[in-house]
């Protein structure tokens, strides 16, 4: 195991006992109070979280016990007679998650702080004659993430999030299926957590940017979220009260075969203009090249021309992601979220694409539709949410001791 392995995050129990799960809960909203408003107050946490005085200061003290908080070194003055009151905040000093992202090209290997903050980031490209190979993706991977670790010798890590697009089962570890890198059954838990000797945690990179933008980013207090991922796969994720909807076997959010209107691109089901491959970042790309903008598969490629006045390449983005808003605008008649969080290249980087996109979700719904809150590292975001969901779902599982 790395030297700078700290004690495993396990999973959370299938059936917990009613007082576990209440304790769980108490410690997560505690926690989560800190991240959200600290420095704070524990008084304020009280107030805020409902709960009393006593259990919000018992809890910060097992946190502190365990290095995930700390007292701030300037007390604030109370408005009454009586001692200072001395916040306390998150310690972001010590500890890490380790967040992996596979995606069509590359692999996404990061640490990540218990705020959300990349750390540190490499990317690995899929090249050689492996390719996309589960077995030495996974290892290349996980040899990436021992040495940024072993950069950073003062860091423990509480283990590791994999994200991924396509069919990714949480419960088991699995990626059930993903056509586009030819994965089928895929134990990634189980290989990961061999080659690491860290807990792994698994899930589809579109619910694991639901839980990021809902603990660091831009769905902060939203009672109920959308997230529209649009990559080389499409996918989406909904989570409502605090909770983002699975399904079984994890399956919610394939969205990738839903019609697109006036689709043109043949898909490999068989039909025409399915959602996935009229928007993939593939498609994109091919109309890009077949107009002389690139040469590669690469779409920052195009946003770049777009931004060096290329009229075509501006037109292309904008086209995107305005068909982007209108399949956005299909969940929102469904489901009716709150809030919209989409990932798409174009809308994460021009003010036009967001244009677009708002107009094709229509007036009514647009001040609803905000791009991610990680323009520059969502891959790496999305790996290391999937830790610290678990994390700030069960904070008092950091260390056996705490128990």
Not at 187 to 215: K, M, S
Request: proline share 7%; with cysteine.
């Amino acid at each position: 195991m790395p030297p700078s392995v700290a004690p495993p995050v396990p999973s959370r129990p299938s059936s917990p006992s009613p007082s576990a799960s209440r304790r769980r809960t108490s410690a997560s909203v505690v926690l989560r109070s800190v991240l959200e408003h600290g420095p704070v107050a524990r008084s304020t946490i009280a107030r805020l979280t409902g709960l009393s005085p006593a259990s919000v200061t018992d809890y910060c003290s097992r946190f502190t016990e365990l290095g995930l908080i700390r007292e701030s070194e300037t007390p604030r003055r109370s408005q009454g007679v009586g001692r200072p009151h001395v916040p306390v905040d998150l310690d972001a000093s010590r500890f890490v998650v380790g967040g992996i992202h596979v995606a069509v090209p590359h692999t996404t290997v990061a640490l990540l702080d218990l705020r959300g903050r990349v750390v540190a980031v490499r990317e690995l490209r899929h090249k050689g004659a492996d390719g996309a190979d589960a077995d030495a993706v996974l290892a290349r991977a996980g040899d990436a993430l021992a040495a940024l670790l072993a950069r950073s010798p003062r860091l423990r890590c509480l283990g590791v999030g994999f994200a991924a697009g396509g069919w990714v089962d949480r419960d088991s570890g699995t990626v059930v299926e993903h056509p586009l890198l030819g994965w089928h059954e895929v134990p990634v838990r189980e290989l990961l957590g061999d080659r690491t000797g860290l807990p792994v945690h698994v899930d589809g990179h579109a619910r694991a940017l639901v839980n990021a933008e809902r603990l660091f980013g831009r769905a902060r207090g939203s009672r109920s979220v959308l997230h529209l991922f649009v990559g080389n796969v499409v996918d989406a994720a909904f989570a409502t009260n605090d909770e983002v909807h699975h399904g079984p076997r994890s399956q919610a959010g394939a969205i990738a075969h839903l019609p697109v209107p006036g689709g043109t691109e043949p898909c490999e089901c068989g039909r025409t203009g399915c959602l996935q491959v009229e928007l993939s970042e593939r498609t994109l790309c091919r109309r890009a090249r077949r107009a002389g903008i690139v040469e590669g598969v690469n779409p920052m490629h195009v946003v770049a021309a777009a931004a060096a006045g290329d009229p075509v390449a501006a037109r292309l983005l904008a086209e995107r992601a305005g068909a982007v808003g209108r399949a956005a605008r299909l969940l929102l008649d469904v489901l009716n979220p709150e809030t919209v969080v989409v990932t798409e290249v174009g809308v994460l980087h021009r003010e036009d694409c967001l244009a677009a996109l708002r107009e094709g979700v229509g007036d009514d719904r647009a001040a609803s539709v905000v791009p991610s809150g990680f323009p520059d590292s969502v891959l790496a975001v999305a790996g290391g949410a999937v830790a610290l969901d678990v994390l700030y779902r069960d904070p008092l599982a950091a260390s056996p001791e705490a128990i």
